[in-house]
């Protein structure tokens, strides 16, 4: 069984800060790791992807991942949030053989201006 | 290349009714989810179709049901309508080549049951 975690609902930063969204998940072998994002009114959005090798995955719009196995963590970054980043924001995770992947629950990133 | 195309975008029924949502996939894809996304539960998975046969299904009750044509269009149906079927739902398709893990969703169909 394979699960994840985001235990923020929000995270609210400030335009120019750097930003964090956080996922751990849990699954049985080697993850596969994603992280979508939701502008209202939109289908999800992938932003980048981790399978194997080096542990910071480089995405879509500036944004990266690091892949943390001994903290089963694959928080999402940006170095300097814009506003229009404001969006609802997922990580999945698959395991090996399965293409259904788990979707954490969502945390919703509020950028002020 | 044309993204994945749900229709109808939005619609509001009654409870009892039934509802067909149709969802078309990139060209080329042959596998198609859909998902149910609510406030409270974010992202449910109800099935997954590949060349028209149904190879995964999540837990939701027979009410749901959903098939895929030849061209790997697919549909869904909710039967008698129930208040928390209200939702958004989001069809999805991949690839079946190498790196067949990335979704590609619609904008989706949003159910509004009164």
């Known amino acids: 069984a394979q699960s994840v975690a985001q235990p923020e609902d929000q995270v609210n930063v400030a335009e120019g800060n750097p930003l964090t969204v956080k996922c751990t998940y849990s699954v049985s072998g080697n993850p596969y790791l994603f992280w979508y994002v939701q502008y209202p009114n939109r289908g999800l959005q992938f932003l980048l992807k981790y399978i194997t090798g080096d542990n910071l995955v480089k995405g879509s719009y500036g944004f990266e991942a690091e892949f943390n196995k001994s903290q089963t963590s694959f928080h999402l970054k940006k170095p300097s949030a814009l506003v229009s980043d404001s969006a609802l924001y997922f990580c999945?995770?698959?395991?090996?053989?399965?293409?259904?992947?788990?979707f954490g629950r969502g945390t919703s990133l509020i950028v002020h201006p | 290349k044309a993204g994945v195309t749900q229709t109808p975008r939005y619609l509001i029924k009654t409870r009892g009714q039934q509802v067909t949502l149709s969802c078309s996939p990139i060209?080329?894809?042959?596998?198609v989810s859909w998902y149910q996304q609510t406030p409270g539960q974010g992202l449910q998975f109800l099935f997954e179709?590949?060349?028209?046969?149904?190879?995964n299904k999540g837990n939701f009750p027979g009410r749901f049901s959903g098939r895929q044509f030849s061209n790997s269009r697919s549909e869904m149906n909710v039967s008698t309508l129930e208040l928390g079927d209200s939702a958004l739902y989001l069809c999805a398709s991949r690839t079946t080549d190498s790196g067949a893990n990335v979704l590609t969703f619609g904008a989706g169909s949003r159910l509004t049951v009164l």
């Open positions: 060209s080329g894809h042959r596998s």
């Open positions: 179709y590949f060349s028209e046969t149904q190879r």
């Open positions: 999945a995770c698959l395991s090996g053989g399965s293409y259904i992947p788990t």
